[in-house]
């Protein structure tokens, strides 16, 4: 994975430990608004492999960075050697793909006739599939592949995918996740919705005034949990819902959200109470926080430990799902619930155990939530299989 | 076990001379000529007024056929599950939003901007109908259908219950369309049901092939079939409206295609 933490697992576990927030105030692209955003370094010199080039976008830049991490490529060239080329899918979530291709294309249209620049490839770059198309090519995979794209739930939505096709027998393994990359129209989009800080975000503070754009890409090679060793993350549940309540606002009592949370404690076979960590939406914004403080606090009570990490890497969008899934799995494995951080007084109108520093205690299940516009919501729970 | 074998409950269809399943069978099965021109669509009640001033064409072609597969199939959409398909959303408001973000003021509209979002149309669906199960959209460029497909019918077998499928395209206007040219907007929509019950259409049986793609025998049907997306279910809807048991193979990706066995 990577995100503004680092590129790799190592040093985003080193920023949970330390509590280090990748939110920096700056100007990035020609973007004129005062707000700290969570951009991945190295990007604008990163070139794509060759024979790849006509994907060249900001949004697979970051993912080819994220492919080259932590070994990744190894277990997915692994997997082909076990299954094969046509058994492997790809199920990738994003929500602006390579969009910021055509938001600078518009910029350069011919005066006279009004052409996009020659040069500007919108099928491999703006095109929802890009991401998807770019990873298919990247290994040389053959099997069923597609976007999904719902958002802000779109990388953990493609868990469920995948489940379904492996459980429908016609994949052996898939590569899942997500990215999602800083463009002009999330940007301005929730600056017009009013949405976004001025301030690096603060989850669950009494005086939270709304996200901190981010970005960030995080795969991972999924099979049959039956192969399974002690040690290893297994996504146990997947639980999806619709708010069918407002293209833009939370259900106000979370009602979505907690449908959600239950399916997958249902497909996990779990209670709330065996829930050791849950990594919220956490977006910082007074509505979505007080909603969803609302949902957990149904199911959860006020014990169990919570956090956000939009404070860490800012609000991914669709690559937030599987960045904070990645955030689970490291918890699970290293054993400490993360604090948030950027929260400075917590919201007493909320009753959450809201951590605000990291929690060093065993570790065998948590959840994580994202939840998207148009009440797209989903919920993961990740298990460390013992002995 | 690799093939997925499924029941069509309904179906739901508009685009450029379709209008509406019970005529696209009249078309689809030689007995009236295709007439193209841009679908007529029925205003979208299932909305309040002050949602239905905001949509766009995509959100009116998917509740048009939507709302006709869940009659024709007399299922209730409060309780379905749902997959939309589509490469590009709505292509009207990407480009208002692009022409925006180019221009001296970049003040995007909020409702353009939660409209921008893929899975705009399943939010909107899901408002229509009170429908709180899940959703999801997705995108594989011109494999959108045959992918929607996998995802509705993978759904449905592993619940156990019946998923609506949306797969719908429409047109970008230029400069975009000149690298994207889809001539027009359609889609489709079916009720598929891992179980057979009395509201059974079809049965089909779906398994990923390396067999070509069938093409339609008609030049102006296999047009829309090789420039729209969702038109890559012409195949399968022409044998669905025709009856009988028959074969054929859809569009997914370069070297891989879906083979459909259809009984209906």
């Known amino acids: 994975m990577t995100s503004a933490l680092g590129a790799g697992l190592d040093p985003t576990l080193a920023a949970l430990r330390a509590r280090r927030s990748g939110l920096a105030r700056k100007r990035w692209e020609t973007v004129d608004l005062d707000t700290c955003i969570g951009e991945t370094a190295g990007l604008d010199a990163l070139a794509l492999r060759a024979d790849l080039a006509a994907f060249d ?26 299954f094969g080329r046509e058994r492997v899918g790809v199920f990738l979530g994003t929500s602006t793909s390579g969009i910021l291709s055509s938001e600078i294309a518009y910029r350069h249209r011919d005066p006279a006739t009004g052409a996009l620049p020659a040069d500007h490839d919108y099928r491999h770059t703006h095109n929802s599939y890009s991401v998807a198309d770019f990873v298919r090519r990247y290994f040389g995979l053959r ?6 794209s719902t958002a802000c739930s779109s990388s953990a939505k493609v868990f469920g995918s995948a489940q379904r096709m492996l459980a429908s027998g016609l994949i052996d393994a898939a590569i899942v996740g997500g990215v999602d990359s800083l463009c002009l129209t999330t940007l301005y989009g929730f600056n017009s919705l009013q949405l976004v800080s001025a301030h ?24 049959d949990a039956a192969s399974a060793v002690p040690g290893d993350i297994v996504m146990t549940g997947i639980g999806e819902s619709s708010d069918a309540h407002h293209m833009s606002s939370p259900h106000p009592e979370g009602l979505g959200a907690r449908i959600a949370m239950q399916a997958a404690l249902r497909m996990a076979g779990l209670q709330a109470a065996d829930i050791d960590y849950v990594n919220l939406h956490g977006t910082a914004t007074p509505s979505n926080d007080a909603a969803e403080d609302k949902s957990v606090g149904s199911l959860f009570g006020a014990n169990t430990p919570c956090s956000s990490t939009k404070g860490h890497t800012g609000h991914a969008l669709g690559a937030a799902g599987g960045v904070e899934a990645m955030i689970c799995a490291l918890a699970l494995r290293h054993d400490f619930a993360p604090g948030g951080v950027g929260t400075q007084e917590l919201d007493p109108k909320l009753n959450c155990r809201y951590l605000l ?17 148009g009440g797209s919501n989903c919920s993961l729970i990740l298990s460390k299989r013992l002995a | 076990m690799s093939a997925l074998a499924i029941h069509v409950d309904g179906i739901g269809l508009f685009g450029p001379g379709l209008s509406g399943w019970a005529h696209a069978c009249e078309v689809l099965a030689g007995r009236a000529a295709l007439e193209l021109a841009p679908p007529q669509l029925p205003s979208v009640d299932a909305l309040p007024p002050a949602e239905r001033r905001r949509v766009g064409l995509a959100i009116k072609l998917s509740m048009a056929i939507g709302f006709e597969a869940v009659r024709n199939a007399g299922a209730n959409p409060a309780q379905l599950a749902t997959v939309f398909s589509s490469t590009g959303g709505d292509c009207d408001n990407c480009h208002n939003i692009l022409e925006t973000l180019a221009s001296a003021d970049r003040a995007v509209s909020p409702t353009r901007f939660h409209n921008s979002v ?29 992918a929607g497909l996998l ?11 019946p ?78 409206a025709q009856g009988g048991r028959s074969s054929v193979v859809i569009d997914y990706l370069d070297a891989l295609n879906l083979a459909v066995e259809v009984q209906a």
């Not at chain 2, 199960?133 to 997705?138: E, K, Q």
């Open chain 1, 357 to 373: 520093a990291n929690l060093e205690q065993p570790m065998r299940h948590a959840l994580s939530n994202s939840f998207g516009f």
């Open chain 1, 200 to 223: 690096p975000c603060r989850p669950f503070d009494v005086q939270r005034d709304g996200i901190s754009m981010g970005e960030g890409a995080a795969f991972a090679l999924v099979e």
């Open chain 2, 151 to 161: 995802e509705a019918a993978t759904q449905a077998l592993t619940s156990g219950q």
């Open chain 1, 143 to 148: 099997g069923p592949a597609y976007v999904v």
């Open chain 2, 118 to 146: 893929h899975n705009a149309p399943s939010g909107y669906w899901s408002i229509a109908t009170a429908c709180m199960a899940p959703s999801t959209s997705l995108c594989a460029y011109d494999a959108t259908f045959a």
């Open chain 2, 163 to 240: 998923c609506l499928l949306l797969a719908f395209d429409t047109a970008y206007p230029e400069p975009l369309h000149a690298l994207r040219p889809i001539p027009y907007a359609l889609g489709v929509a079916m009720v598929l049901n891992p179980q057979k019950t009395a509201a059974a259409r079809a049965a089909l049986t779906l398994e990923l092939s390396q067999a070509a793609a069938t093409p339609m025998r008609d030049a102006g049907l296999e047009a829309l079939r090789a420039s729209i997306p969702a038109a890559r279910s012409l195949p399968l809807l022409q044998h669905l």
């Open chain 1, 57 to 82: 976008c900001r949004n697979n830049r970051l993912a080819q960075l994220a492919l080259e991490q932590d070994g990744f490529m190894h277990s997915v060239r692994n997997a082909i050697e076990r």
